[in-house]
């Protein structure tokens, strides 16, 4: 079993950053970004493999946000620069077997962690 607990949401200006960690507690594989504003379906944000040499991220953030992972802590992180009105979400951390952009392959998830961005 493995869990992730999320942290580093909060309330920030347009165009401004934020870097949100996702803690896990044990072996994890690929981990993942989603995000779901409301009303809306949870959406792929950005993704990694177990050594970091294989990322995706959606059209929607490249050259914005970043994820990255520090296996020596057992976390990954999300580093979103220049934030945008539309990054308004709850932001959940996922770990999968696969690398993926599709929610159903990913086995664990955290509660979640709110990010607003204030035009």
């Not at 999320?6 to 507690?25: D, F, I, N, P, T």
């Not at 594989?29 to 779901?36: D, G, I, K, S």
């Not at 040499?53 to 994820?67: E, H, L, P, Q, Y």
């Not at 057992?74 to 690398?99: F, H, I, W």
């Amino acid at each position: 079993q493995v869990q992730l607990v999320e942290s580093g949401g909060g309330l920030v200006q347009a165009g401004g950053s934020l870097r949100l960690s996702c803690a896990a507690s044990g072996r994890t594989y690929f981990m993942a970004w989603f995000r779901q504003a409301p009303g809306k379906e949870r959406e792929f944000v950005a993704a990694i493999s177990w050594t970091g040499n294989r990322a995706d991220s959606a059209d929607s953030v490249k050259g914005r946000f970043t994820i990255s992972r520090d296996n020596a802590k057992n976390t990954v992180y999300l580093q979103m620069s220049r934030l945008k009105p539309e990054d308004t979400a709850v932001y959940y951390c996922a770990a999968a077997r696969v690398l993926s952009r599709g929610a159903a392959n990913y086995d664990y998830w955290g509660q979640g962690t709110q990010v607003a961005i204030d035009s």
